[in-house]
């Protein structure tokens, strides 16, 4: 099944790679793949870019001349979405809730560098997304007495629209993961604004794929989150057509460790042993987060020996770059140093 929308194709080396991981395999007496999502082309890459297709399709379609959009002050949503809007010239605004950090690292930075303006709103301990939908729309306002067009994308890049980007990466993977003869693996992937893996649930059960989809919360998944998701799967099913339910969501919550974003030994252990076996580099937010819990199942003898696994690397690693993950991975990696005379 596919839906026809327009969209700007920025994902040129489509479709991502889907590599066998063969010493994390016999290390853990599984059979394990990663999806590269990480390895899309533009502003250091990531899941979001499958999103921004779709959505900057539909702002070059709004005649925009302005894009903009919000997420913690570290969001990979806002670096790529600075980065495509550069490319299609288009300006880009960042709107964030919280303080100003002392250091303008990690995506923050590479915000600035490609352009993008950010606006950071003061946290008055409302409900976060409702300050930064109205921290938008005040933006909007500005913005628009100026003469701009502005689109706004919500949080994630997770709405009808954005959704779209990973309903057509479930038939790219269920197609990588047939002529591999691995197409009854379980998929993992991090769930933060639930875009992603609900594009890939839609997109699974859309072509009635063999794969098995398994999301892992990053953030506190509680009934107001499984409310939103649910809403969310409502809209996508009226608006798309879709003949199935959503009973067969499976969400592992329980890998959270501390909140969204926050610094985790487990997760830094994690993200040394993906990079230390496969050399490959994770991000403490996401998708170490997602192989952190990985590692866990399999200890907890969730994932069975010998079953296939698909690993998603939806990006993120400029999060390492972050002062709070930093300074933690600095001082335990200080022994990798030796000076000489
Ligand atoms: C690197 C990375 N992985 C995964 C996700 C989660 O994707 P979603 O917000 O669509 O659930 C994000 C979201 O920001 C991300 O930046």
Redesign the pocket.
Known sequence: MSIVKGKVALLSHNPTPLHYLPGLSQDLFREIYIKRDDLTPFGGG???LRKLEYLLSEAMEQEASLIITC?GVQ???GRLTAAVAAKYGLKCIIVCIGDKPDEMNANLLLDGILGARIVIKKDDGRDTGLQMTEAMEIVKTAVEKKGEKAYVIPM???NATGFLGYFDCASELDEQARARHIDTSTVYV????????LGLYCGLKAIKSNLNLCGIA?LPFGDSQKKRLHEYFQEVKELYGFDFDDSDMHIETGYVRNGYNEPDQTVRNAIYKMARTEGILL?P???GKMFAAFLDMIGEKKIKLGRQCILMH???FPGIYTKEHRLLFEQELQDAITVIE
């Not at 991090?190 to 893996?197: Q, V």
């Open positions: 990531g899941n979001k997420g969001t990979n949503h994630g890049g997770s991090a769930a933060g604004s639930m875009g992603t893996y990053i991000d937010c996401y998708t939806t990006g993120g």
